[in-house]
């Protein structure tokens, strides 16, 4: 089945977490009604996945999302990169400003 969904391109760059490519996509039109952050691993994410999606804050601008993929994680052994942070470590569904101290709504 083709992949019918609208993504618009946002960035492209290295994972060092995963040793592949990641290119970044904003789904504006979710079936759950949030803009989405859509990630494709050329080699495969976390568990092997070939791509990582989640909701993006309805007050979040682009620049904000940007300003996520860019944020260096403290620890360079970090075993997710920035934009999986709060998902994988607390289980978020929706990004948040973890770096700022934030806590998931």
């Known amino acids: 089945m083709p ?3 609208k993504l618009r391109p946002l960035a492209e760059a290295y994972c ?4 592949t490519k990641a290119q970044f996509f904003i789904q504006d039109e979710h079936p759950s009604g949030f803009r989405h952050l ?7 994410g976390y568990g092997g996945d070939k791509e990582f999606a989640v909701a993006i804050p309805a007050n ?3 620049s904000d999302v940007l300003d996520l993929l860019l ?3 403290k620890d360079s052994k970090s075993p997710y ?3 999986e942070f709060a998902t994988r470590a607390h289980g978020a ?3 948040y400003r973890w770096w700022k101290g934030e806590k998931p709504s």
């Open 71 to 73: 944020w260096p994680m």
């Open 81 to 83: 990169p920035a934009w």
């Open 3 to 5: 992949d019918t969904r």
């Open 16 to 19: 060092p977490q995963y040793k």
């Open 60 to 62: 979040w601008a682009q």
């Open 93 to 95: 569904d929706t990004l």
């Open 38 to 44: 859509v990630v494709q691993y050329e080699k495969g």
